[in-house]
């Protein structure tokens, strides 16, 4: 679990830069599309964290739950990333 953090971690510290870098171009009156190239880029890897934390979060939470008896917590919590995903 811990590279897993780490892993997030440094998705995150390079999404951060993206941000600043999209702030810069901003600043800098760049071309449009350029800084809409590069917001699509950050959703991009928003997406794909948020993809890791799911992965993880069904893989060993759920899953803890579901060996634990919790099953009812269980399916509320799939359901809840469903309804999350399809937004």
């Not at 959703?43 to 069904?58: A, V």
């Not at 060993?60 to 799939?78: F, L, M, P, R």
Request: aromatic letters at 2%; proline letters at 0%.
């Amino acid at each position: 679990m811990h590279t897993e953090k780490q892993k997030l971690k440094r998705r995150l510290k390079l999404i951060e830069g993206q941000i600043r870098g999209l702030q810069k171009m901003v600043d800098e009156d760049r071309y449009c599309i350029d800084i809409i190239t590069q917001t699509s880029a950050v959703k991009q890897g928003l997406s794909n964290i948020e993809d890791l934390l799911l992965e993880g979060h069904l893989g060993h939470c759920v899953v803890n739950q579901i060996k634990s008896g919790k099953t009812e917590k269980a399916t509320e919590e799939i359901l809840k990333v469903y309804r999350l995903k399809r937004k």
